[in-house]
């Protein structure tokens, strides 16, 4: 998916976003805020990157076994 949002290197953002809904140990939306600020500051902001971010917390599935 990272791809097609054309940004080759954003699987691991995607991964972030799952990770942060799948095991709620920050709040998935205020992450993403930080994470957004993170790469501001850095001056890397790729508005890619949060859409690799909300695509991994809106498709994170949660299963029970």
Same mark, same amino acid.
């Given at each position: ?8 290197? $954003? ?19 205020? *992450? !993403? +805020? $930080? ?19 909300? *695509? !991994? +917390? ?8």
């Amino acid at each position: 998916q990272a791809i097609a949002l054309n940004n080759e290197r $954003g699987a691991n953002v995607v991964m972030l976003g799952a990770m942060m809904r799948a095991t709620g140990l920050i709040d998935s939306q205020e *992450f !993403g +805020v $930080g994470l957004t600020q993170y790469f501001e500051k850095k001056g890397r902001h790729n508005p890619s990157n949060d859409a690799c971010y909300q *695509f !991994g +917390v809106d498709h994170c599935v949660i299963t029970k076994t």
